[in-house]
């Protein structure tokens, strides 16, 4: 819990920033205004927190149950790393991490689902941030991004794995002052399971792993 607990607090820090810098903030947009500029050459710092569900393991997928089992919706933190490319696009590199477990909810309504083993999903992604507009109000955009999900099931005699991993979401930059921001963002990700085998982690891939996150982050830009 220290991860998040320290991203919680880099959260929480500007929001004693917002009511600064207003006039900027609020100044009429201009074709030539430098901050359309600007902005496109500068770098992003962006620690955020989430909540990331959805996700199903199938039987005929692992050897580790007899059954499907869920992935629990589950809180995940990471951080993105933006260079531009101009145009107001930048590359983004991405480290997001879930910690959370398998469930199974028996097949009843209501019934009381029960943790089977912790799991770690992380995902190493390098993408493009695509904006639809840039101004001191807000700044929409939409992101793509491929690589790498590691899984890692906490189960003794188990290993952890790499597939290859995409996502794509659409979110919104907020800036609060010209190196100060807040980023919400909603995004889908699809990790590829295929029809390889893994017996050192008992992996018999049929179908691949569907999740969805919200998330809320800072940016810093310098």
Sequence with gaps: MRKPTLLLILLLLP????AQDEGWRNRRPSNRDPYRYSDQNMFELTPFLGFRYGGTIYANQTSLFNEDVQVASAPNYGANFAIPIGNGMKVELMVNRQDTHFTSNGGGLFSPSANLADFHVTYFHGGLQIPFDVSRQATPYIVISAGIANLDPVVQGVSPDNRFSASGGIGVKVPVNRNLGLRLEARGYFTSLGSN?????????????YQGETNFGVFFKF
Aim: proline share 0%; net charge negative; aromatic share 18%.
């Design 15 to 18: 929001a004693s920033l917002l």
């Design 197 to 209: 085998s893994c017996s050192s982690c008992y992996y018999s891939y049929n179908h691949d792993l």
